[in-house]
């Protein structure tokens, strides 16, 4: 249980060494991902010596944008523990994609109106994922697997076959900025929008409640209202995702965004955070993204079957599950 501090003197100021301690308590096996994706990008490397041409990195930050965001987007709901998932994040970047193009073929162009709706759209889906799930109490994967079934028909409903067309400032998401690429910076962006959550007691409850949920409660720890905005957040990020995705592929496809559930799921486990709950972080999850996208680059580019992207999938989620729960058992023989 959570207990109030008694006074006892001047109260130390942390150091950069007791914080450093904190953010690697919460990235258990952050490591992993990190020497992964050196390992990944020495293999790139070789298999594309051009890799890192400014023209061919733009395009490569481009389409790896969409994984990275949506992993980042799963990532609150699974520190929130007690098995939460929400798996309807592909299907619903599907829907995302597939409105955005219909209603720029309705003249639609406005730039603020599009965002907008998309976000707005991201908002509602986590307020019906967080409704059912933080305050009905119905299981996360029960709730996001209704609603990830119900997203798949109405993507494919409204939009049967690929196709249409994005207009031309959402086009230029995939380009550059001078040397920048546009991707890069709204993944930044993005990471900035979750730095200044992350200072908010908001942010503390989620990792308090994937901790020990029972303890938050009896700390009065506002446990349904924290589990609904962790869901509402996670509905927007994937918007985001959902219109960099758009960019990308520059066209409607009702199909498109279902691989993006496993994907992002595998690039959370990957990047240290717990399945378990209570512990890992967006950094973790961005560079698992990467480390997925590489992977399925090298598979790509060594003219392999695409089934191995599936089967490197599950590989590495399992040796990220079975990792955590070695880690889990450490920490907690340390404890006793």
Do not use: C
Request: glycine residues 10%; hydrophobic residues 55%.
């Amino acid at each position: 249980m959570i207990r109030p501090v008694e006074s006892q003197g001047p109260v130390a100021t942390p150091s950069r060494a007791t914080n450093s301690k904190k953010i690697w308590s919460r990235l258990p096996y952050f490591w992993v991902a990190l020497t992964v994706f050196v390992i990944l990008a020495i293999a790139n490397t070789v298999l594309e010596p051009n890799l890192w041409t400014a023209t061919v990195l733009s395009g490569t930050v481009a389409s790896a944008a969409p994984l990275v965001l949506v992993a980042l987007a799963e990532t609150p709901v699974i520190v929130l523990g007690n098995g939460a998932l929400d798996i309807s994040v592909g299907p619903f970047m599907s829907v995302v994609n597939v409105v955005l193009v219909l209603l720029v073929g309705d003249h639609v162009t406005s730039p603020w109106a599009l965002i907008g709706l998309a976000l707005a759209m991201g908002l509602m889906s986590g307020v019906v994922n967080g409704f059912f799930s933080g305050v009905l109490r119905v299981p996360a994967i029960v709730v996001t697997f209704a609603t990830y079934t119900m997203y798949s028909g109405l993507a494919t409903h409204l939009l049967p076959q690929p196709g249409g067309t994005i207009p031309g400032w959402l086009s230029s998401w995939t380009g550059s900025v001078g040397p920048v690429p546009t991707s890069l910076v709204i993944i930044v962006l993005a990471l900035l929008i979750w730095v200044g959550l992350s200072r908010t007691r908001f942010v503390r409850y989620i990792y308090a409640i994937g901790g020990d949920e029972r303890a938050s409660y009896v700390s009065g720890v506002p446990l349904a209202l924290v589990r609904l905005l962790t869901f509402m957040v996670t509905g927007i990020f994937t918007a985001l995702a959902a219109l960099m995705l758009t960019a990308e592929i520059a066209s409607g496809d009702g199909n498109i965004g279902t691989p993006f559930t496993l994907m992002a799921i595998t690039a959370v486990a990957l990047g240290g955070t717990s399945l378990l709950g209570g512990r890992g972080g967006i950094i973790g999850s961005v560079i698992g993204a990467f480390d997925i996208f590489l992977i399925n680059n090298v598979i790509t580019v060594s003219h392999l079957a695409v089934f191995w992207q599936d089967v490197a999938y599950g590989t590495i989620l399992v040796a990220a599950v079975v990792v955590n729960a070695l880690t889990t058992q450490r920490g907690r023989a340390r404890t006793v």
